[in-house]
């Protein structure tokens, strides 16, 4: 990953990403840091308007879900702590251009109000993203991408309910997706189904903008 394999006491590490689902690689990340530092913050992403979360193809499942994906694996009193801080609140367009817009500061210090220690440091394995991290000065470490992208394994799992009937009961553990997911994941994300479904054949509407998906809904 580029730092040191010493256990760095007293000192944290910030995971900002979309977990949307939780994955193998988002694991084996996690662990990694948590084996690095003395504290993981992962935080889950949020859109909201009129304090509604917004959830659409690409952000299917909401940050109640993904924090249970991450504590189902974890327990809640590993070193590892979710957290609810980093959140876009419509209209989305305030927070851009980012370093100039204030609303964006704004959101970088309320991701870094509720870190109990004084040294930390960012994990992003995206090297745009780190550019922009370093610049917020939440002091990015190098990294490498996650081998299994969140986004095939979404596709993976809207190519299944497409094919199913309003009658389908899983039936199992073995589809293709769930070898990249966590087991204690997968149940959930079968708890949840129906997102699943209700997402499968909806349009993408979100917006790509420098790097970042906003939703379409509260964008403007």
């Known amino acids: 990953m580029g730092y040191s394999n010493h256990k760095q006491f007293g000192k944290a590490v910030l995971l900002l ?21 003395e504290t993981v913050y992962i935080f889950p992403v949020r859109f909201l308007e ?3 979360e917004i959830n659409t193809r690409s952000f299917p499942f909401s940050y109640d879900i993904r924090r249970a994906m991450i504590e189902t694996v974890f327990g ?3 070193g590892v702590v979710v957290l609810p801080d980093y959140v876009f609140c419509a209209p989305y367009i305030k927070y851009l251009p980012p370093l100039v ?3 964006s500061w704004f959101l970088r210090n309320n991701i870094i109000r509720n870190i109990s220690e004084s040294k930390f440091v960012s994990y992003t ?7 922009g991290l370093k610049l917020y000065r939440l002091n990015p470490v190098k990294a490498n991408r996650l081998e ?15 094919e199913e009937n309003s009658n389908y009961q899983p039936h199992g553990y073995d589809e293709d997706w769930q070898k ?3 087991v204690e994941v997968s149940k959930l994300i079968w708890d949840n189904w129906i997102l699943v479904k209700k997402y499968a054949s909806s349009p993408d509407e979100t917006l790509k903008i420098m790097g970042m998906k906003f939703p379409t809904q509260g964008f403007f």
């Open 17 to 37: 990403a979309h977990l949307n689902p939780v994955t193998n690689s988002h694991i084996r990340i996690i662990s990694n840091l948590k084996s690095l530092y």
């Open 50 to 52: 009129h304090k509604r």
């Open 76 to 78: 809640s009193t590993s």
């Open 101 to 103: 817009s204030p609303y």
């Open 125 to 131: 394995g995206d090297w745009i993203e780190r550019i």
């Open 148 to 162: 299994i992208s969140a986004s095939s394994i979404k596709e993976m799992m809207y190519a299944q309910a497409r």
């Open 180 to 182: 990249d997911i966590p």
